[in-house]
C-alpha cells in the first residue's frame, strides 16, 4: 500500500476549472490539491487520487453510477485504510444516501465531501472540506457513510443540500450531527449506526445493478395535472413512487383523479411511499383525516425521511432483487439510521 487513503474524484465543482464554456471538471486534481494544500499535507495521511472517467457534473448523476462507485470501492478496498469520494454539491445527498444503503456499517471510513468553490480559487471552502474529509478518514471510526462539509459531519442517508451559495451548504433537518471539527474535535461514536454482523456489508456482495427509470417522485400541489399520474401508472418500468404530501402526510381526499391513481397503483403493484414536503419532522400516517385513507391503500409511511433517503432506499430495495410485497414488508427496516424510531 502506497498510501492510506484513496480518494475518488467523480467531478464536480472542487475540480472545475474555468473553461470557455464556464467552469467544468478536469483532470489533474492530484497535482492541484498538493499545491492547495501547502505544507498542511504533512499533517494529513497519506492520499492518492483516482479520477473516474469520465469526469462528470454531479447533475448528470443516475444510479448506474451508484454502482460504478461501488465496483470501485470494492477493487481498491483491501489497498487502502480509508476512502474520500469527491463529488458535486448538487446530487451529493443522492449518492451519499445510496452508498449508505448499499454498504450498511463500514469496516473503513467512507466519507464524501465536496466545495461550493472549485479548488484553488479565491476564498474555496475546498482546502478545508478535504483536510477535514482527510484528516477523519483513517483517525477515527466512522461507521456511518458520512459526508464531511463545513466541519460538519453528517449521516450521509439524512443529509439533504439547502443552499446554493453559502458555505453550510448541506443540513440534516431531523438528525443530530455525528461529528463537529472546530478548534477541537468532537465526535459522537453513540449516533453513529452500529456495528454487528449483520450490519457489516461484504463489499463484493454490496454491488447491486440499480434498473433505470424505477422510482418516480410525485409532488402534490393544488391543481395536481392528471396526466402526471397517468404517465406514472402506464410507465412499466416505474416500480415504485414517491409521493411528496403536505403537512404530516396529508392528501387531497377529496379529489377523485388521485384517489383513482392511489387505487390503480395498488391493483398494479406499485409501491407509494407518504413523504412530508417540510423540511422538519416526519409523516404521522392517519393523523388527519386527509392522510388516513393512504394506510387502506398500501400506502407506506416515509417517517422523517429526506426525499434522497427515500428515494435511494426504494432504489436499492428494488436492485436487491424485492417485489412489491417484498418492500411492504421490508419498507420498516431501519438499515442504516435513515429515520428516526418512533
Same mark, same amino acid.
Given at each position: 500500500?502506497?498510501?492510506?487513503?484513496?480518494?475518488?474524484?467523480?467531478?464536480?465543482?472542487?475540480?472545475?476549472?474555468?473553461?470557455?464554456? /464556464?467552469?467544468?471538471?478536469?483532470?489533474?486534481? &492530484?497535482?492541484?490539491?498538493?499545491?492547495?494544500?501547502?505544507?498542511?499535507?504533512?499533517?494529513?495521511?497519506?492520499?492518492?487520487?483516482?479520477?473516474?472517467?469520465?469526469?462528470?457534473?454531479?447533475?448528470?448523476?443516475?444510479?448506474?453510477?451508484?454502482?460504478?462507485?461501488?465496483?470501485?470501492?470494492?477493487?481498491? #478496498?483491501? $489497498? +487502502?485504510?480509508?476512502?474520500?469520494?469527491? *463529488?458535486?454539491?448538487?446530487?451529493?445527498?443522492?449518492?451519499?444516501?445510496?452508498?449508505?444503503?448499499?454498504?450498511?456499517?463500514?469496516?473503513?471510513?467512507?466519507?464524501?465531501?465536496?466545495?461550493?468553490?472549485?479548488?484553488?480559487?479565491?476564498?474555496?471552502?475546498?482546502?478545508?472540506?478535504?483536510?477535514?474529509?482527510?484528516?477523519?478518514?483513517?483517525?477515527?471510526?466512522?461507521? @456511518?457513510?458520512?459526508?464531511?462539509? @463545513?466541519?460538519?459531519?453528517?449521516?450521509?442517508?439524512?443529509?439533504?443540500?439547502?443552499?446554493?451559495?453559502?458555505?453550510?451548504?448541506? *443540513?440534516?433537518?431531523?438528525? $443530530?450531527?455525528?461529528?463537529?471539527?472546530?478548534?477541537?474535535?468532537?465526535?459522537?461514536?453513540?449516533?453513529?449506526?452500529?456495528?454487528?454482523?449483520?450490519?457489516?456489508?461484504?463489499?463484493?456482495?454490496?454491488?447491486?445493478?440499480?434498473?433505470? $427509470?424505477?422510482?418516480?417522485?410525485?409532488?402534490? *400541489?393544488?391543481? &395536481?395535472?392528471?396526466?402526471?399520474?397517468?404517465?406514472?401508472?402506464? $410507465?412499466?418500468?416505474?416500480?415504485?413512487?414517491?409521493?411528496?404530501? +403536505?403537512?404530516?402526510?396529508?392528501?387531497? @381526499?377529496?379529489?377523485?383523479?388521485?384517489?383513482?391513481?392511489?387505487?390503480?397503483?395498488?391493483?398494479?403493484?406499485?409501491?407509494?411511499?407518504?413523504?412530508?414536503?417540510?423540511?422538519? /419532522? =416526519?409523516?404521522?400516517? =392517519?393523523?388527519?383525516?386527509? /392522510?388516513?385513507?393512504?394506510?387502506?391503500?398500501?400506502?407506506?409511511?416515509?417517517?422523517?425521511?429526506?426525499?434522497?433517503?427515500?428515494?435511494?432506499?426504494? *432504489?436499492?430495495?428494488?436492485?436487491? =432483487?424485492?417485489? +412489491?410485497? /417484498?418492500?411492504?414488508?421490508? #419498507?420498516?427496516?431501519? +438499515?442504516?439510521?435513515?429515520?428516526?424510531?418512533?
Amino acid at each position: 500500500m502506497s498510501a492510506q487513503v484513496l480518494i475518488l474524484y467523480t467531478g464536480g465543482t472542487i475540480g472545475m476549472v474555468e473553461t470557455e464554456q /464556464g467552469l467544468a471538471p478536469a483532470s489533474g486534481l &492530484q497535482e492541484r490539491i498538493e499545491i492547495a494544500l501547502g505544507e498542511s499535507i504533512n499533517t494529513l495521511p497519506s492520499f492518492e487520487v483516482l479520477e473516474i472517467s469520465p469526469l462528470i457534473d454531479s447533475a448528470n448523476i443516475t444510479p448506474a453510477h451508484w454502482t460504478k462507485l461501488v465496483s470501485i470501492l470494492s477493487t481498491h #478496498w483491501q $489497498d +487502502y485504510d480509508g476512502f474520500v469520494v469527491l *463529488h458535486g454539491t448538487d446530487t451529493m445527498a443522492y449518492t451519499a444516501s445510496a452508498l449508505s444503503f448499499m454498504l450498511g456499517a463500514c469496516t473503513k471510513n467512507i466519507l464524501l465531501t465536496g466545495s461550493q468553490i472549485p479548488l484553488g480559487m479565491n476564498r474555496s471552502d475546498a482546502t478545508s472540506n478535504l483536510q477535514a474529509a482527510l484528516s477523519l478518514a483513517v483517525s477515527h471510526r466512522v461507521t @456511518d457513510v458520512s459526508l464531511m462539509f @463545513d466541519g460538519k459531519l453528517m449521516r450521509g442517508n439524512r443529509v439533504q443540500k439547502i443552499s446554493s451559495d453559502r458555505f453550510e451548504a448541506f *443540513h440534516t433537518p431531523n438528525d $443530530d450531527l455525528l461529528g463537529e471539527l472546530a478548534i477541537k474535535l468532537q465526535l459522537y461514536p453513540n449516533r453513529m449506526i452500529q456495528s454487528n454482523t449483520n450490519s457489516i456489508h461484504s463489499i463484493e456482495n454490496s454491488i447491486v445493478s440499480f434498473k433505470a $427509470d424505477s422510482v418516480a417522485v410525485i409532488t402534490l *400541489h393544488p391543481g &395536481q395535472p392528471v396526466a402526471i399520474y397517468q404517465s406514472v401508472l402506464d $410507465d412499466d418500468n416505474c416500480k415504485a413512487i414517491v409521493l411528496q404530501t +403536505y403537512g404530516a402526510g396529508n392528501v387531497p @381526499d377529496q379529489n377523485s383523479a388521485f384517489l383513482s391513481f392511489l387505487t390503480e397503483a395498488m391493483l398494479r403493484k406499485k409501491n407509494i411511499v407518504n413523504l412530508t414536503q417540510c423540511l422538519h /419532522g =416526519g409523516v404521522s400516517q =392517519g393523523a388527519y383525516a386527509t /392522510g388516513s385513507i393512504l394506510s387502506s391503500m398500501n400506502v407506506l409511511s416515509g417517517n422523517d425521511m429526506t426525499l434522497e433517503a427515500a428515494f435511494c432506499k426504494l *432504489h436499492w430495495l428494488i436492485a436487491s =432483487g424485492e417485489n +412489491y410485497y /417484498g418492500i411492504v414488508e421490508k #419498507w420498516t427496516v431501519n +438499515y442504516c439510521g435513515e429515520f428516526t424510531p418512533s
